[in-house]
């Protein structure tokens, strides 16, 4: 079955981090592209950062400096690791391919 699935996301206060993964199964991530997407409730679903086959890496300017994207192909897993979270980060976050295969999503609340 071809599918990806998110995990990792969780209740963090401000200033912490999470980890967020993106498993892909019944393709190779290695010759996929693969974004990470967030929508926070209320607002359109935003594209924070993605990843190509060839390992480049694109930041939109909101997560620059504080996200890093990530592959790991023996795992066929894809990263997110976020640090300084702050509450405007609270949103269900995605994973997707270039294709536009997208997992179901995994919420992240920054919250104190």
């Known amino acids: 079955q071809v599918q990806l699935v998110e995990s990792g996301g969780g209740l963090v206060e401000p200033g912490g981090s999470l980890r967020l993964s993106c498993v892909a199964s019944?393709?190779?991530?290695?010759?996929?592209?693969i974004g990470w997407f967030r929508q926070a409730p209320g607002k359109e679903r935003e594209g924070i950062t993605c990843?190509?086959?060839?390992?480049?890496?694109f930041y939109t300017d909101s997560v620059k400096g504080r996200f890093t994207i990530s592959r790991d192909i023996a795992k066929n897993t894809v990263y997110l690791q976020m640090n300084s979270l702050q509450p405007d980060d609270t949103a269900v976050y995605y994973c997707?391919?270039?294709?536009?295969?997208r997992g179901q999503g995994t919420q992240v609340t920054v919250s104190s």
């Open positions: 997707q391919t270039n294709g536009g295969l």
């Open positions: 019944g393709f190779s991530l290695r010759f996929a592209a």
């Open positions: 990843i190509s086959s060839r390992d480049t890496i």
